[in-house]
Each structure stands twice: as structure tokens, then as C-alpha cells.
């Protein structure tokens, strides 16, 4: 069984963004004041080290490996690979020399992988932290401690133990896993009602749709 908060997108239908007016509203004003709004920034999202360290190794390889075949050349010793005055002579001769398929091939995976670093370099990273509002001071809470809380209130509405509720929560959508204890059933409304209770009382943002998923077979309690 799986009930969705209102303002989700369920079967077909519009997303509807919170408003300020009933059940489960989060705040027009998201910004505070005094300045704050770079601290969040910073600390909600997440650098391209990764990304950075990916391509700085890839490049250190290839000139590795450049460095390793030339100096096998001024050697007179074999290429590992291909020497570069072969390398340079294919690549020269391309594509009269070369299969038209291959170079399509390779050409279009090269175009991927670049097309990829782009898009990670133009998205803003995400460190799994959402702002809560606050005024005077920047609050910042963990994705972690916000699913433990979501957790929390879900097993006090189905009365369940802690291993019985799972929560994932990614940036735009929180989902809700109950496990039911056989014998004893579970309204998903009423875990679904404490659930968006809590988000309404953090209001974090981004502000997850909530999801709440009962699961058909319990298990069997102590």
C-alpha cells in the first residue's frame, strides 16, 4: 500500500508546489537575513573534487603513458602499446586508414563522456544537507538526521519497532517504508499525517514530497 502527501505527483497529475495556506505549507520566505544565504549555500552544496580528480588522473595517465613510450623510442627498445611516430602516423592518416564504423563509435563515446564532465560541471553538486529556517543564525541539518526523524514519528504513528521503518530520502522526494507486525495493521494516512507533520515542523528546504509505503507481509513481532 502507498499513499503520497498531497502536492505529489500521483497517476499522472501536476506536481502542486506547497503554499503557505493549509496542511503541509512551507514558507514563501526561504532566504534569511543578515547575509546568511552564502554560508547555506555552501554548506547544502557540495564542491567537483571528484570530478576534478577524475579528469587530473586521466591526464596524468595518458602523459605517463606518453612518457613511458618515448622514452622506450630514445631507447631503441619496443613500444609497449605503439610508438608515438606510429600513433601520429595513424591519426594522420584518419580516417582514409580506418574503419568509418570504429571512428563513429569512438567518436560518439568520447561525445558522451564530455557531454557528461559538462553537466557536472554546470549542475550544482548536492552535499545531502538541507537549510532550516532560521533567522539570525544559518541552520543546516543532515539528510541522515532528517530521515532518522522522519523514522521516528513513523514508528510512533504504526507502532512498530525501529527495524520495521526505513526511510530514503533523496533530494526532492522522501519515501517511507513500513513493515506492519503480523496480525496488527497499519493506516498508512495516519503514518503519512505524523510524518508530514514533522516536515512542516523542520521545513526543510528543499522540501521533500513525502511517500508512505506499507508493505503487504508483516513480520513477526517479539
Known amino acids: 500500500m502507498s499513499v503520497d502527501a498531497p502536492g505529489t505527483e500521483h497517476d499522472g497529475d501536476p506536481v502542486q508546489q506547497p503554499s503557505d495556506e493549509g496542511a503541509g505549507a512551507e514558507p514563501a520566505s526561504r532566504q534569511p537575513s543578515h547575509g546568511l544565504e552564502r554560508a547555506i549555500r555552501r554548506e547544502t552544496g557540495s564542491g567537483r573534487v571528484l570530478a576534478s580528480a577524475i579528469v587530473a588522473l586521466i591526464v596524468a ?19 609497449w602499446l605503439i610508438d608515438p ?27 558522451v563522456v564530455g557531454l557528461i564532465f559538462v553537466l557536472v560541471a554546470l549542475r550544482r553538486g548536492r552535499s545531502g544537507r538541507r537549510s532550516l529556517p532560521g533567522q539570525r543564525i544559518a541552520v543546516v541539518l543532515d539528510d541522515e538526521v ?32 513500513v513493515r506492519p507486525t503480523s496480525g ?3 493506516s498508512a494516512e ?6 508530514e507533520d514533522e516536515l512542516r515542523r523542520l521545513r526543510p528546504h528543499p522540501y521533500p514530497l513525502l511517500r508512505v509505503r506499507v508493505a503487504g507481509t508483516g513480520v513477526v513481532g517479539a
Not at 595517465?61 to 613500444?79: D, G, H, K, R
Not at 601520429?88 to 580506418?98: K, N, Q, T, V, Y
Not at 532518522?148 to 522522501?174: G, M, Y
Open 61 to 79: 595517465l595518458f602523459c605517463v603513458y606518453a612518457l613511458l613510450e618515448s622514452t622506450l623510442q630514445a631507447i631503441n627498445q619496443p613500444a
Open 184 to 186: 496488527i495493521p497499519v
Open 85 to 111: 611516430e606510429s600513433a601520429s602516423r595513424f591519426i594522420a592518416g584518419l580516417p582514409e586508414d580506418a574503419d568509418r564504423n570504429i571512428l563513429g563509435l569512438l567518436g560518439l563515446v568520447i561525445a
Open 190 to 195: 495516519a503514518v503519512l499525517a505524523a510524518v
Open 146 to 177: 532528517l530521515a532518522s526523524a522522519l523514522a521516528r514519528r513513523a514508528r510512533s504513528a504504526a507502532t512498530v519497532r525501529p527495524e520495521q521503518v526505513t526511510v530514503v530520502l533523496s533530494r526532492n522526494e522522501a519515501i517511507v517504508n
